[in-house]
């Protein structure tokens, strides 16, 4: 079992960039695939990005390519979610996920789960 504190979330202006952090417990924490949902105001949970434990091969959501890089410092036991070019749907709360099993594709069910950050993306 492993658990998960996300940090890093706040206010940002659209076009505006952010750096969401997950520190993880846990004495093998490169033996889990690590990843980010989120949930907009009043919509379902949706997939944003996963990043594997072999191979470290990432995947990401249909809306976030190209804009969200996820990463992984197992020496630091952190998984990382840069976002640039922020967009006003990008607003939700930003929950981390861990599980040992890996992602396939970007199809991923973890078990393991983060309180959350919120992530506000302003006009």
């Known amino acids: 079992q492993v658990q998960l504190v996300e940090s890093g979330g706040g206010l940002v202006q659209a076009g505006g960039s952010l750096r969401l952090s997950c520190a993880a417990s846990?004495?093998?924490?490169?033996?889990?695939?690590m990843g980010w949902f989120r949930r907009p105001p009043g919509k379902e949970r949706e997939f944003v990005a996963v990043?594997?434990?072999?191979?470290?091969?990432?995947y990401y959501g249909d809306s976030v390519k190209g804009r969200f890089t996820i990463s992984r410092d197992n020496a630091k036991n952190t998984v990382y979610l840069q976002m640039n070019s922020l967009k006003q749907e990008d607003t939700a709360v930003y929950y981390c996920a861990a599980d040992w099993r890996d992602p396939y594709g970007s199809t991923w069910y973890p078990q393991e789960w983060g309180q959350g950050t919120q992530v506000t993306v302003s006009s």
């Open positions: 990043i594997s434990w072999i191979g470290g091969n990432t």
């Open positions: 846990g004495r093998t924490f490169s033996r889990y695939a």
